[in-house]
């Protein structure tokens, strides 16, 4: 694998579900592109950390609870992106359902996943700024890693 810069970096988000948590069942579903995004933050499974510290000898550390992460990407609001109207639909949506996303890197490499958004704050900030929103998405789905295409 070669280092790469995330600029052609994309989020594209779904309203639909896919049939399978599978490169295929996600690669069949119809994703809008997000714009204007101008970083989308860190994510990726982390666990928690659980500990026993019996009287006689070591402390004893496993892992617990995979949490998937989160991204609070920022973006230039812009009302006639497609892709930020679904994601702010999102954001008011008041059910427990879930949008299906994909990030795809540069080199083609992808990440697949299910999530919540827990809203779409505005800012504006001061006079020589652009209005930007910052939805919080909560990944709620193991992400499915599909490699950049071989060359």
């Given amino acids: 694998m070669t280092s790469q810069t995330a600029a052609g970096t994309t989020l594209a988000i779904s309203a639909a579900a896919p049939s399978t948590q599978d490169k295929a069942g996600f690669a069949a579903l ?3 592109v997000v ?3 101008e970083k989308l ?7 928690a950390k ?3 510290q019996p009287l ?3 402390k004893q550390k496993y892992k ?3 949490d998937y992460g989160a991204l609070q990407p920022t973006m230039a609001l812009d009302s006639a992106d497609a892709g930020q109207a679904l994601m702010q639909t999102a954001g008011d949506d008041e059910s427990q359902k879930l949008y299906s996303f994909a990030v795809t890197y540069q080199d083609g490499a992808m990440r697949y996943f299910q999530g919540r ?5 505005e800012t504006a900030d001061g006079a020589d700024t652009m209005l930007t929103a910052a939805p919080a998405l909560e990944i709620c789905t193991k992400p499915v890693k599909v490699p950049a295409p071989s060359s």
């Fill in 56 to 58: 006689k000898g070591g």
């Fill in 30 to 32: 119809s994703f809008l």
């Fill in 41 to 47: 933050g860190t994510f990726g499974t982390s666990f």
């Fill in 64 to 66: 617990g609870s995979p």
């Fill in 35 to 37: 714009g204007q995004t």
């Fill in 117 to 121: 958004v827990f809203g779409m704050p």
């Fill in 50 to 52: 659980v500990e026993f």
